[in-house]
T-cell receptor, first 112, second 113 residues
Framework: GIQVEQSPPDLILQEGANSTLRCNFS?????LQWFHQNPWGQLINLFY???GTKQNGRLSATTVATERYSLLYISSSQTTDSGVYFCAVEHPSRNQGGKLIFGQGTELSVKP | DAGVIQSPRHEVTEMGQEVTLRCKPI?????LFWYRQTMMRGLELLIY????????DSGMPEDRFSAKMPNASFSTLKIQPSEPRDSAVYFC???????????FGQGTRLTVV
């Protein structure tokens, strides 16, 4: 099956710093999403980005589908950005459409 | 819309008991997913439904697990009998057509003692 690898596994930032999280996937995918799991456990959908670049405030994401990777940029980080960031891809097979496969996540800690 | 609603938020039960987790997807979404999150295995898809029909249940760990979706606004995940290794956070998610953004509920933290 598809392998989803995220890096780095852990990241500690000082408030105000910028960071880039990476997601590599082993096969063509229909769909890629980035999620943030906050310290209370809630999973928040950040981006639906099968290709191209999107921006939402201090966050932006870029997916290069032909090279099988996606990047999540966090600028001017805040303590509320802390948590685990997951990349999830959708299997391309027609009979498995909709099945999201998650990476192991990047745990981000932003210090004041 | 209130988002995906799961109940209960927390469940503590004794080994051997039946556990039923509930989910109400976002109105209008036609795909529903059940995930399990553990430290060891991360987020795993257990089963997903499209238009109330189970499409892929290959992630359901054992026959002790079963899931139903009797209508577009309700789904259950049942574990019978429960075991301590079933302890995890169980998430329900929904999306439109299964290929758009997936939205997650707040999860049910299950502890089997």
């Amino acid at each position: 099956g598809i392998q989803v690898e995220q890096s780095p596994p852990d990241l500690i930032l000082q408030e105000g710093a910028n960071s880039t999280l990476r997601c590599n996937f082993s096969d063509s995918v229909n769909n890629l999403q980035w999620f943030h799991q906050n310290p209370w456990g809630q999973l928040i959908n950040l981006f639906y980005i099968p290709s191209g670049t999107k921006q939402n405030g201090r966050l932006s994401a870029t997916t290069v589908a032909t090279e099988r990777y996606s990047l999540l940029y966090i600028s001017s980080s805040q303590t509320t950005d802390s948590g685990v960031y997951f990349c999830a891809v959708e299997h391309p097979s027609r009979n498995q459409g909709g099945k999201l496969i998650f990476g192991q996540g990047t745990e981000l800690s932003v210090k004041p | 819309d209130a988002g995906v609603i799961q109940s209960p938020r927390h469940e503590v039960t004794e080994m051997g008991q039946e556990v039923t987790l509930r989910c109400k997807p976002i109105s209008g979404h036609n795909s529903l997913f059940w995930y399990r999150q553990t430290m060891m295995r991360g987020l795993e898809l257990l089963i997903y439904f499209n238009n109330n029909v189970p499409i892929d249940d290959s992630g359901m760990p054992e026959d002790r697990f079963s899931a139903k979706m009797p209508n577009a606004s309700f789904s259950t995940l049942k574990i019978q009998p429960s075991e301590p290794r079933d302890s995890a956070v169980y998430f329900c998610a929904s999306s439109l057509s299964g290929t758009e953004q997936a939205f997650f509920g707040q999860g049910t933290r299950l502890t089997v003692v």
